[in-house]
């Protein structure tokens, strides 16, 4: 017996039977309910007419009875006796009647229909709710020894706002809780759910349950005692102590981490190496924080333990008494300010902007996004060595994240531009509710990133204006991370010393043709290293002159001034670094929507700032182009002696590494970016063909919309090498079906977790992409996003939906799925290209699921549930080949024609002149496809989901494969005839 009366004949106490607990898994064992938004659908699923937690209510029911002898008025007292008696009885008694009339030989089907109908209205006329669950079936479970096992999986999206109500999601719990004291419940939850459970519902859990389930993510982050780590570190470690600033400034980057050398240099920290180091030992032994990274490129991280400790000691002492002076500088107070020095109507006389004059930037960039200035000046402190504040300085030179690093490498051509249509979002831009790249913590800040393994350096800035956008590449090129991690004394002096590694140490050779600037005949590398740090500290002093108004009359021209420093600087570096043989990455972010808040001056001001540094980056040999086809002052192309010499049938020169420009609508910024470095004399740099020293030659730049089949593969192989994976065809094509940009895809890979060596598979792929925004699946610039957000809930689960499940958790509207009078289906449109399909058990999207792939053993199906053109792997499994039974055409034309059957009239079947079904008449080319797209544009981004699948294949689509970029030439050709058409005495008289 499970339950016991008082001898004073009081109410029954009955105690719980049941048990609630996480769990790590959705074990097989018992009931499962995947992802319930709700209680009621929770029920719905616990306790439906079929459901197995009836046929256990109905055994708990029976052992009740049996208890009795079957006597039914004893039966229905101790149903009375055994629910709380602060709740009323279910349904009013009729719960009792309906299960004593089902055990007695009557129709058990209505107790059933009842069961699933509490709640809401049932049959009986009455209107339930959750206390009628709870006093009934519930208080049933819990007085007998039959104790089924639910396993309930919670789901990521628990805690969004705009999904659920935190009323809703607090009556889940009560349910949830309530379930627990009759069965064995296992919440599987992600950390990040359990840790928000316990923090903002931890009165409706259980004490036990909350123990438990902090004691497990603990232990997964290597924590022992978080509860006792965080007690112990407040009472061992002093509210004064610095140490707690320096895990502040941890904290507060977008990933609870930073580099040793970036905690070095900021001003908050305002101690010596000595004591910092002890300040890290403080927290590594206290558990607050660990490290990872090479010795000459370390990260503190902090733990979840650190993050609560800190929590707690602004909890417990407030931020004034112990903090108080560090938080003034810190990010609370503002990353924006009033001046800046990168605006054209401001820069020459060194006051204001023009209030009532627009941003040469983008609409988006308020006029607090300024350049990298300084108070250095004012305060006599180098903004690197020292560090700054968030709302006034110089913005710090930030690191990237590995994966931002791997797509702004990825999706630049090889000496070209790369144009990545990817959103901005994070810091001082609301532009976009979701977004794939996060902003610097202060979005002035010059970006760097080195990686050691592929010497690969990668540098930028977000685009506010020319002048801060110049300055900033100045500053990440000949950083202080540049300096420690590439440009280093050793490295530049190579094997022999003096300089060696560059150009064999000849610095007239670097001074005349390299145009290296700040180099004397006595230098060594270590002279050179002091040298360009000085030149970086000119720069910022010009700057904060610039910014302050301190300058004389006869510098009213210091923006300009300042600007040929600044590219002087960056000429210097780029031709370093290609002679080291780095490969130098230039990123340029474009915040803001870039159709709509690209002016036209701010489109000119980007147009001549990159033909600047593209000329300055180019050369002819050993020769740059800036100097010998675009330098008006005679003195400096004096300097270089001759003209480089140039093979008419060859005369194409090289430009040193890569652009990467990424912003939402960049890709509208291509023609833009041809036409400018083609017609340099528009912009400021016109060809001085007349001038002595002067001579023909060409560098061909390569313009490509980054998201071509190519910059997917290398992104896909970069980062699964990083995750111990190896890619397939497969994964390439599944990655650039369902994404956008390099930088999406590269996000969502970078985020699987490492395996050991083995192949990439296609339900690794379903887990990455739930990971990104549902904006950033199949996105379509100008849509609703209806269509990516239907596929990306059918990626974020693990099971087939029902339309109305769909439909409640994509937020979209049953008629706008399904499709109504005049309304188009997004669901027959996603199916008709097999992207998802409805299966007996509900919706899914067309790749494999990690349990069981769907329809399996159905006749005429692939059982890995791909589309059914898309190309397979040649070292696939077997299920990878089975070949498709229904005789479809595996090809872009099948595809179309199958489209077109499911969604054009029927009578357009026949009709070769119909602008959809004629196009699949014969071959199927690149023409023919683009037929389709123009009449029914609805289906772009289905189509290039289809093209992905295909491989890019020319046999899958017919005809040879459009060219993927544009060239700009930029210099102009010779008309001299071939040096290898001449004899060699004519040779050698050109030579001489």
Known sequence: MTFSAEEDGSDAIVPDSGSLRFASSTETIGTVVREPMSASALHDALFGVDEPLQDALFAAAEELAADVDGDRVAFAERLDAIRDPNMDASVGGAFAEELIDGLAGGNRYRVRKLLAQLGSNTYLGVRTGFEDIYAGPMALLRAADVTPTVVVSLSSDLFDTDTVRRETRETLLEYVTELARGCDVRLVASGLVQTRLMQEHRELLPAGVIESAAARLREAAGVVDGDDVVADALSTIDYTDSAWNV???????????????????????????????????????????????????????????????????????????????????????????KVDPCNDEQGREGGDPDPDQPRDGTDGTADGDRPAAAEAAATDQSAESGGRSHSSGFAPVETLDRWEHHAAVASAPNGGVGVDDVPLGGVNNAAFEEWTVARQEDNRSPIYSYNEDRDELVVGADWHGPLQYTVSVARALLSPLAFKQVLTPDRLDGKAGDLDALLNGVKAELRDKRCLGYLKQSYTGEDYVEALEGGIEDLKTLTANIEHGEFSEEQRDLRSETMKLAHGLI??????YDLLDVDVTRILRLPGRVTSDMKAGGRKDLQQCLVRMATIASKMGEYTQSRVQFEPREEKREAIREAPTVDAADPTGTHIGQWSIQGYGATDLTGDIEYALEHPGEFGLPMQTESEHYADFVVD??????????????????????????????????????????????????????????????????????????????????????????????????????????????????????????????????????????????????????????????????????PFYAVRDDEASYRDRVADADGREESLRGAVYEAAVALEPTGALGDPDHPVIGATYGTFDRTQLRRVADARPEWRALLNAACAFVGDDPLGIGGDPEPRATVATIGREPEQEPITSRTPDQAATASD
Request: aromatic residues 6%; hydrophobic residues 35%.
């Open 247 to 337: 895990l502040r400034v941890i904290c507060e980057g977008r990933s609870d981490s930073a580099r040793y050398a970036a905690l070095r240099s900021d001003s908050r920290l305002d101690f010596g190496r000595s004591r910092l180091s002890q300040c890290l030992s403080t927290l590594t032994e206290a558990d607050l924080v660990f490290t990872e990274g090479p010795q000459n490129d370390k990260y503190a991280i902090a733990t979840p333990a650190g993050t609560a400790a800190l929590d707690a000691l602004e909890d417990d002492i407030g931020l004034q008494s112990g903090l108080g002076d560090f938080e003034s500088e810190g990010v609370s107070e503002t990353l924006q300010s």
């Open 571 to 576: 000429g210097t570096a780029t031709g370093i």
């Open 701 to 866: 730049m390569p313009i490509e919309a980054a998201f071509t089949r190519e910059r997917v593969a290398t992104a896909t192989t970069r980062i699964l090498s990083l995750r111990s994976m190896r890619t397939t065809r497969q994964a390439v094509s599944v990655m650039q079906a369902f994404t956008g940009s390099i930088h999406d895809v590269s996000k969502a890979l970078f985020f699987k977790s490492s395996e050991d060596g083995r192949h990439v598979r296609v339900d690794d792929l379903k887990y990455a992409l739930s990971t990104l925004p549902k904006s950033r699946i199949i996105p379509e610039r100008g849509s609703k996003g209806t269509k990516s957000a239907i596929i990306h809930t059918l990626l974020s689960t693990d099971r087939p939906l029902s339309q109305r499940e769909l439909c409640d958790r994509a937020g979209v509207a049953t008629g706008t799925f399904a499709g109504h009078g005049d309304k188009r289906s997004h669901r027959d449109e996603l199916a008709a290209f097999d992207l998802i399909r409805e299966t007996e058990s509900g919706w899914v999207v067309c790749l494999t699921y990690r349990e069981a792939d769907f329809n399996a053993d159905t006749p005429g199906e692939r059982p890995d549930a791909l």
